[in-house]
Nanobody, 122 residues
Framework: QVPLVESGGGSVQTGGSLRLSCAAS????????MGWFRQTPDNEREWIAI????????YYADSVEGRFTISQDRVNDTLNLQMNDLKPEDAAMYYC???????????????WGQGTQVTVSS
């Protein structure tokens, strides 16, 4: 299994922006849902943005709607997450995932990257 590899994490101040990227190991050219998830030490991993590789249809969690944008670059085979107006509560480890599946009112990932850390200072 070729891994997914995230990059772009870092530390920003409240209101700042970051752009995360994920080397997608060919998944942008396969028909599947890809997404971004995040997790803090005290919480379960939560989905925040999903994209359908075939049509660019997107879905967002309420907590990030209007501030984050998920996109894919099929030429470079990357999955991206533009994060604007970051808040302290956005601080987490961010993971990209492929082969995501809708489950109840949430999403779960099939294959995962190793994560990239985002820190937001107030």
């Amino acid at each position: 299994q070729v891994p997914l590899v995230e990059s772009g994490g870092g530390s920003v101040q409240t209101g700042g922006s970051l752009r995360l990227s994920c080397a997608a190991s060919g998944y942008t050219t396969k028909r599947n849902y890809m997404g971004w998830f995040r997790q803090t030490p005290d919480n379960e991993r939560e989905w925040i943005a999903i994209i359908w590789s075939g049509s660019d249809a997107t879905y967002y969690a309420d907590s990030v709607e209007g501030r984050f944008t998920i996109s894919q670059d099929r030429v470079n085979d990357t999955l991206n997450l533009q994060m604007n107006d970051l808040k302290p509560e956005d601080a987490a480890m961010y993971y990209c995932a492929a082969e995501c599946v809708r489950r109840d009112k949430s999403w779960v990932g099939g294959y995962w990257g190793q994560g990239t850390q985002v820190t937001v200072s107030s």
